[in-house]
């Protein structure tokens, strides 16, 4: 998978179906053995007559899955759709429809595409509990306190509400800080990010990608409902961005779900100050500023890990889930080691990121009001995150639990990575 992607985490590819392929059918005791769930027995009948629809429908398909207090399941699907996301986008809808009649039905996610099992948010979250470690650290040592948590930019709504440090930080924190406000974005700002996207050479991204990546590349835009004609008119790093993001959407993962967007829209409703760590044009820069050939390279990368998706969005995930942020580095940056122009890439997207961002928040540390500062939770961690940094300039970083408890002052702090920074 692209690791610029990861940054922004944001992650399972849906198997490929031929045309004419069968569906393998899913039944109600495979289904609730996936959700956790006890079958009762006067929920089966109505289920399995839901799940032989869904069996029989064609591909793309997608299922979603939502529990009544009761423990009855429920199901809405879309079958024989243009594009995976669409499948995916219309079953959890239908399931929020469902959901919206019903007061004592809990919340709607993905469970199954096409022929694979969606890992589910409950089996994500398995071992952890309140007093878990949870990535919010609080920063002591400068004129006020500020709050650093790590972000995933693109999630599904399972995760809220989110671990209770969080919001705690939020209240008591004077502004927010993100790496870009997403409920700003002006029209200067959307015509910057066109233009770093856009290609000023068609014959230069065909000469850089060659006749067997855009060979490859066809079935995936196909799949996805990408425009073949942009293709060349497109940066290579954007391309599989694209790509990326479809694949996450056909798991019901969404910006609209993301962190950032949450907290940015609380602040506004609260009249919060918002500040930004970053601008439109240095993001964009750091994806796709990039020689076409390296970009290329990048692009290899996304492909050659679309098989092994599902699995690591479950290492990033579970190393988010439990804080552990050198273990989330370590699997970002993996991708690119090797390589001297990616790991160069790698060094410019992470740790040149980094300083900047380092410099604005030790800049926010001498001032009055207090922050709760979120970013992509890949800036955490590793030699050069900002945790190490800042711990480096002399200030206390302090982690704390789900629970919001202050886990250097608790007598029960678990001892998983990161603990004392």
Same mark, same amino acid.
């Given at each position: 998978?692209?690791?610029?992607?990861?940054?922004?985490?944001?992650i399972?590819?849906?198997?490929?179906a031929?045309?004419g392929?069968?569906?393998i059918?899913?039944?109600a005791?495979?289904?609730?053995?996936?959700v956790?769930?006890?079958?009762?027995?006067e929920?089966?009948?109505?289920?399995a007559?839901n799940?032989a629809?869904?069996?029989?429908?064609?591909?793309p398909?997608?299922?979603a899955a939502a529990?009544?207090?009761?423990?009855?399941?429920q199901?809405?699907?879309a079958?024989?759709?243009?594009?995976?996301?669409?499948?995916?986008?219309e079953?959890?809808s239908?399931?929020e429809?469902?959901?919206?009649?019903?007061?004592?039905m809990g919340?709607?996610?993905l469970v199954?595409a096409?022929?694979?099992?969606?890992e589910t948010t409950t089996s994500?979250?398995?071992?952890?509990d309140?007093a878990s470690?949870a990535?919010?650290w609080?920063i002591?040592g400068?004129?006020?306190?500020?709050?650093?948590a790590?972000?995933?930019?693109?999630l599904k709504?399972?995760?809220y509400?989110?671990?209770?440090?969080?919001?705690?930080?939020?209240?008591?924190?004077d502004?927010?800080?993100?790496e870009?406000?997403?409920t700003?974005?002006?029209?200067?700002?959307?015509?910057?990010?066109?233009?770093? %996207?856009?290609?000023a050479?068609?014959?230069?991204?065909?000469?850089a990608l060659g006749? &067997?990546r #855009?060979? @490859? $590349?066809a079935?995936l835009?196909?799949?996805?409902?990408?425009d073949?004609?942009a293709?060349l008119?497109?940066k290579p790093?954007i391309v599989?961005?694209?790509?990326?993001v479809?694949?996450?959407?056909?798991?019901?993962?969404?910006?609209?779900?993301?962190?950032?967007l949450?907290?940015a829209?609380?602040?506004?409703a609260?009249?919060?100050?918002?500040?930004?760590?970053?601008?439109v044009?240095?993001?964009?820069?750091?994806?796709?500023?990039?020689?076409?050939d390296?970009?290329?390279?990048?692009?290899d990368?996304?492909?050659?890990?679309?098989d092994?998706i599902?699995?690591?969005?479950?290492?990033?995930?579970?190393?988010?889930?439990r804080?552990? %942020?050198?273990a989330?580095?370590?699997?970002?940056?993996?991708?690119f080691?090797?390589v &001297?122009? #990616?790991? @160069? $890439?790698?060094?410019?997207?992470l740790?040149d990121r980094?300083k900047?961002?380092h410099?604005?928040?030790?800049?926010w540390?001498?001032e009055?009001?207090s922050t709760?500062?979120?970013v992509?939770?890949g800036h955490?961690?590793g030699?050069?995150?900002?945790?190490t940094?800042?711990a480096?300039?002399?200030?206390?970083v302090?982690?704390?639990a789900?629970?919001?408890?202050?886990?250097l002052?608790s007598s029960t702090?678990p001892r998983?990575n990161?603990?004392?920074?």
């Amino acid at each position: 998978m692209n690791t610029l992607y990861r940054i922004s985490l944001t992650i399972t590819l849906l198997v490929v179906a031929l045309p004419g392929a069968t569906a393998i059918p899913v039944s109600a005791d495979q289904l609730a053995a996936h959700v956790g769930v006890t079958l009762q027995g006067e929920n089966r009948p109505e289920l399995a007559s839901n799940l032989a629809s869904y069996s029989a429908g064609g591909f793309p398909r997608a299922l979603a899955a939502a529990t009544t207090e009761q423990g009855r399941l429920q199901t809405t699907q879309a079958v024989s759709k243009r594009f995976p996301a669409e499948a995916a986008t219309e079953a959890l809808s239908r399931c929020e429809r469902l959901r919206s009649l019903q007061t004592n039905m809990g919340p709607c996610e993905l469970v199954h595409a096409d022929d694979e099992w969606i890992e589910t948010t409950t089996s994500l979250n398995a071992g952890i509990d309140e007093a878990s470690k949870a990535p919010v650290w609080r920063i002591e040592g400068g004129k006020n306190t500020l709050w650093l948590a790590g972000s995933v930019h693109v999630l599904k709504r399972p995760f809220y509400p989110l671990p209770k440090a969080f919001d705690a930080a939020f209240k008591q924190a004077d502004r927010l800080a993100l790496e870009l406000d997403p409920t700003r974005m002006e029209e200067i700002d959307r015509r910057m990010a066109m233009q770093s %996207a856009l290609t000023a050479s068609p014959d230069q991204v065909k000469h850089a990608l060659g006749e &067997k990546r #855009l060979a @490859k $590349l066809a079935p995936l835009l196909l799949r996805h409902g990408i425009d073949p004609q942009a293709l060349l008119s497109l940066k290579p790093a954007i391309v599989a961005t694209q790509i990326t993001v479809a694949e996450i959407a056909a798991l019901g993962y969404t910006p609209d779900q993301g962190i950032d967007l949450h907290y940015a829209q609380r602040a506004k409703a609260g009249q919060k100050v918002i500040l930004e760590l970053e601008t439109v044009a240095e993001q964009m820069q750091a994806l796709a500023g990039s020689p076409l050939d390296v970009q290329a390279l990048m692009l290899d990368s996304t492909l050659e890990q679309l098989d092994s998706i599902q699995p690591t969005l479950g290492e990033l995930l579970r190393a988010w889930l439990r804080a552990d %942020a050198d273990a989330l580095y370590t699997l970002m940056m993996a991708d690119f080691k090797g390589v &001297k122009p #990616l790991e @160069k $890439l790698g060094r410019r997207i992470l740790d040149d990121r980094n300083k900047i961002m380092h410099t604005k928040i030790k800049g926010w540390l001498s001032e009055e009001p207090s922050t709760f500062v979120i970013v992509g939770a890949g800036h955490l961690g590793g030699p050069n995150g900002l945790l190490t940094m800042l711990a480096a300039d002399g200030f206390k970083v302090i982690p704390f639990a789900r629970n919001g408890d202050d886990l250097l002052r608790s007598s029960t702090m678990p001892r998983n990575n990161m603990q004392t920074r």
